[in-house]
């Protein structure tokens, strides 16, 4: 989670910076909107986002203010909720998640928006190499780092024949996952590996998952995306050790 804390605050910099020249002979305010899709559920990515803004010398209450809106877990509220925040002339919003990216993009044109999301299958932008518009961030769930995944397990061990690959039903969306997976079986005919796909739809399926690996001789793993993954990857680590040493 640090990388997309670290992501979301140093674009923040850059988007930000020109605010912090001003405020030496003005005093501006920098202001920033924040709408997630359900804020209590993550509050320990909240807290690192306002350590590393006060790293960088954005303090809470003295130049900065921060709107806070949460969905609490209903994405229908989420253009009501980015349309509070233009009307408040915030100079940036930070929407860590696709959901919420996708409703700030509606709500403005002009305005920076910082996140975290799959940019280019969800229509945020038009490529990772041109993205234009008023996006920006870090690309986590995108279907085009899977291939890449592959290729960087293929040269850390060359002699893998069969990879199995994690993946979470409804863990990103249909058309995502559709995406996730047809990017992965192409990557590995290309490499001249044999994929296993093996579905968990949450921790209570991983031992179960993990067997069938065993059991189909995987030599080696790939994990897609999946907020669900992230969250357990110190499980998912202690697992595939586990089966190595088996």
Not at 50 to 75: C, H, P
Not at 151 to 167: D, F, H
Not at 172 to 197: I, W
Request: glycine share 6%; with cysteine; proline share 6%.
């Amino acid at each position: 989670m640090r990388l997309i804390e670290l992501a979301i605050v140093f674009v923040l910099n850059l988007t930000l910076a020109p605010l912090a020249l001003e405020a030496q002979p003005t005093a501006k305010i920098a202001r920033i909107g924040y709408l997630a899709i359900d804020q209590a559920a993550s509050p320990h990515l909240r807290e690192a986002f306002l350590q590393e803004l006060r790293d960088l010398g954005y303090i809470e209450g003295r130049n900065l203010v921060i709107e806070y809106r949460s969905a609490e877990g209903k994405s229908e509220q989420l253009p009501a909720l980015a349309a509070e925040l233009v009307a408040l002339k915030v100079d940036v919003i930070v929407a860590p998640s696709t959901v919420a990216a996708q409703a700030a993009k509606q709500a403005t044109r002009t305005l920076p928006i910082v996140s975290v999301a799959i940019p280019v299958t969800s229509g945020l932008v038009t490529s990772l190499a041109r993205p234009g518009g008023n996006v920006t961030g870090l690309s986590f769930f995108s279907p085009e780092l899977v291939g890449k995944c592959l290729e960087q397990l293929k040269l850390a061990v060359p002699a893998v024949s069969r990879v199995a690959a994690l993946w979470q039903p409804g863990g990103q969306g249909e058309p995502t996952e559709k995406e996730m997976l047809k990017a992965a079986e192409v990557a590995a005919r290309a490499l001249g590996v044999r994929l296993q796909f093996v579905e968990a739809r949450g921790p209570e399926n991983f031992d179960r998952a993990f067997s069938e690996m065993t059991r189909a001789r995987a030599g080696a793993l790939t994990v897609l995306p999946s907020n669900m993954f992230i969250s357990e990857r110190r499980r998912l680590v202690d697992l595939a050790g586990a089966c190595q040493q088996e």
